[in-house]
């Protein structure tokens, strides 16, 4: 009678709360675990995996493990096909079991081929996993489509604020491969629950949540707009006679797609500058800076507490951009970030002694907020200048090229430091990077076929993953 009561009340609060707050929820706790470690902490972990008496790793030998991400790259714009026919719900059913494998797999290695495996895992569950949100808060928002991105993607800086103080602790009671296959485990199970009970991905579940509710009137407009372009039964899965051909054949015809419709004009390759530039500051910068601060004699509790600081000021920076990207241009919002981290890493660069820790705060704040709005920015900016119809298409194209980056980055840097024992100059050539990603944002205007898409994003509404960010 009591259970039969709960369920009622369960149902009745989930009419009454518009379904796509739901999905947001359930975006914002999938991200908490799984970039608070491989993003947030990840430096943290190079510390102890240098230190520890099985592995005793040297920077440049860690870092070359990202190098997997190169071939691994080939797979995004199947990824992206995925979640233009599957949908970005079987999409994240397949991609985050292979990240709570991936810690697993991490916390149980002994040689190098084994984090090169679980980084590997990583990059396609993370793409599988995440690269859809765009699509989603596209599909279930409209007026407010900025906000809630930022909202959504505000569970990567939640992680940070949460693993920044709980990484160092769980360290010193169960050490780093405890930490980590726990988190592997837990982020499993709860986000698949999640996944399985709040997402929904199909037009007609937009329009049955939009019924009856005039302020989502909109939503509805695009959700039968989106059924009238039958954007699903257009595109076929390639079968798993060609599983293993897909992936090269997906790319190459995703790239003449883009090509075809007009989508690799200036301002896609624009947008890929500015984006390249961002992934840049994430594996240079976020990624090392506890073995950056180890070398100028910081400790990791505090480094734990930066990395704290740093993941609350990136929550705040999604939230602000968020907004912003409704009333500027995305583009605009995009440039403006590159440059707020430009001066976050300039005041990094002062961090030169544990007696500077008022710096190591203010680089934090700074660097934060320009740091974390890079996700909720980026996919906006792509809705706005190409439209939702094609957002896997040119999202996955666009991701296929930013994994490049990724696994160049880090193995130069930590060949860059090995050689001189400093981060600065990787540092500089990142803040350069980053002027140059802000003027390419600038230029980056939207085509006109996307403005006159029934699926595009109005002006002014902005336009994922990172990361992943």
């Not at 906000?147 to 010193?172: C, E, H, Q, T, Y």
């Not at 740093?310 to 929550?315: E, N, S």
């Not at 320009?370 to 119809?389: K, M, N, R």
């Not at 930590?414 to 980053?434: K, Q």
Request: aromatic share 12%; net charge positive; proline share 3%.
């Amino acid at each position: 009678m009591l259970a039969a009561a709960r369920s009622e009340g369960m149902r009745r609060l989930l009419r009454g709360v518009y379904f796509g707050y739901w999905v947001v929820a359930t975006l914002f706790v999938a991200e908490i675990a799984v970039t608070g470690i491989s993003f947030y902490s990840f430096s943290l972990f190079i510390r102890e995996w240098q230190h520890d008496e099985d592995l005793r790793w040297s920077l440049t030998a860690i870092n070359a493990s990202f190098w997997v991400g190169l071939p691994l790259a080939f797979f995004t714009p199947l990824i992206g096909r995925g979640i233009d026919t599957l949908g970005p719900r079987r999409m994240m059913l397949f991609g985050v079991p292979l990240v709570g494998l991936a810690f697993i797999v991490e916390s149980m290695m002994t040689q190098l081929w084994q984090l090169w495996l679980g980084q590997g895992l990583l990059v396609v569950g993370q793409s599988a996993a995440f690269v859809g949100t765009g699509k989603l808060i596209g599909m279930w928002f409209e007026r407010d489509r900025g906000r809630m991105m930022g909202i959504a993607l505000a569970g990567n800086n939640a992680g940070g604020i949460i693993m920044g103080r709980a990484v160092p602790r769980l360290f010193d009671a169960f050490g780093w491969r405890w930490t980590l296959g726990g988190a592997g485990i837990i982020v499993t199970l709860l986000n698949l629950v999640l996944i399985w009970l709040f997402i929904r991905d199909h037009p007609r579940d937009v329009l049955e949540a939009s019924d009856g509710r005039p302020a989502r009137a909109s939503e509805a407009a695009v959700a039968r707009s989106m059924l009238a372009n039958d954007t699903r039964s257009g595109l076929r899965w390639p079968g798993l006679g060609g599983l293993l051909a897909a992936p090269f054949v997906l790319t190459l015809r995703t790239f003449r797609e883009v090509w075809t419709k007009g989508m690799a004009s200036w301002t896609f390759w624009l947008l890929t500058l500015t984006s390249v530039t961002s992934f840049v500051s994430i594996y240079a910068v976020l990624n090392q800076l506890g073995k950056h601060l180890e070398l100028v004699g910081i400790d990791k509790t505090t480094t734990g507490t930066a990395i704290t600081i740093l993941g609350a000021c990136g929550l705040l920076g999604k939230l602000i951009f968020g907004y912003l990207s409704e009333r500027i241009p995305s583009r605009v919002a995009f440039g403006t970030v590159c440059l707020v981290q430009v001066v976050g890493i300039a005041v990094l660069l002062g961090v030169r002694s544990p007696d500077q820790t008022a710096l190591l705060w203010v680089f934090a704040v700074i660097y934060g907020v320009g740091f974390g709005a890079v996700g909720a920015v980026q996919p906006l900016v792509v809705a706005d200048s190409f439209g939702l119809l094609a957002f896997g298409v040119v999202f996955g194209s666009l991701q296929l090229l930013l994994r490049g980056v990724q696994s160049a980055i880090p193995f130069f840097v930590g060949r860059s430091v090995d050689a001189t024992g400093s981060y600065e100059a990787a540092f500089v050539v990142t803040m350069v990077a980053l002027c140059l990603g802000a003027v390419s944002a600038m230029f980056a205007r939207p085509l006109e076929q996307a403005g006159a898409m029934p699926l595009a994003v109005a002006a002014g509404d902005g336009g994922g993953a990172a990361a992943s960010s």
